[in-house]
């Protein structure tokens, strides 16, 4: 079965600030990657997604990550950090169901908290 | 289009109660699962159904049943709740297909707690 590591349980930035959240997976082929968001008492919201090609994905919200298949890793990143950032993230490996089909496999998130 | 939605939005249930949650979506997708959040596990998931009238466990079934009698709907029951069900609960749907061509989208959750 495959897994995705998140390291970091919570992470605390500065509006303005640089941020990075970490992601590891575990996958014997080439992933599909996913990065979700959950803001406070919602459901999740695709940020992005990698499955071939350009290493550098861009998301929504200015957020961008990228695949590094030496590090096994999918961080994501956003240049400037706002308020309205703050969140739970989750990254997510794209795995095969016995029966048949597909699914995400999660990471366990970070929570993500923004000082004004 | 609603997307998906969930109903309730919160529960309270007493050891050995019943209870379905509701998961309907309006956009025709093949695809629908049922998750569960506890704080610092991510989500697990409980069933999956690829289609009307078929369905199979997941990583974390016990517990729980579901059905799918038409596409649009895919209801979770509990029969004989227990404080370890105690839980936030995720329904998700999608096209078939791909996960990259096709995303997956979620509803916004169903807060349980069993006392």
């Known amino acids: ?116 | 289009n609603a997307g998906v939605t969930q109903t309730p939005k919160f529960r309270i249930l007493k050891i050995g109660q019943s209870m379905t949650l509701q998961c309907a979506q309006d956009m025709n997708h093949n695809y629908m699962y049922w998750y569960r959040q506890d704080p610092g596990m991510g989500l697990k998931l409980i069933y999956y159904s690829v289609g009307a009238g078929i369905t199979d466990k997941g990583e974390v079934p016990n517990g729980y049943n579901v059905s799918r009698s038409t596409t649009e709907d895919f209801p979770l029951r509990l029969e004989l709740a227990a404080p370890s069900q105690t839980s936030v609960y995720f329904c998700a749907s999608r096209l078939a297909g791909s996960l990259v061509d096709n995303e997956q989208f979620f509803g916004p959750g169903t807060r349980l707690t069993v006392l």
């Open chain 1, 1 to 116: 079965a495959q897994s995705v590591t998140q390291p970091d349980i919570h992470i605390t930035v500065s509006e303005g600030a640089s941020l990075e959240l970490r992601c590891n997976y575990s996958y014997g082929a080439t992933p599909y990657l996913f990065w979700y968001v959950q803001s406070p008492g919602q459901g999740l919201q695709l940020l992005l997604k990698y499955f071939s090609g350009d290493t550098l994905v861009q998301g929504i919200k200015g957020f961008e990550a990228e695949f590094k298949r030496s590090q096994s890793s999918f961080n994501l990143r956003k240049p400037s950090v706002h308020w309205s950032d703050a969140a739970e993230y989750f990254c997510a490996v794209g795995d095969i169901l016995t029966g048949g089909g597909n699914k995400l496999t999660f990471g366990t998130g970070t929570q993500l908290k923004v000082e004004l």
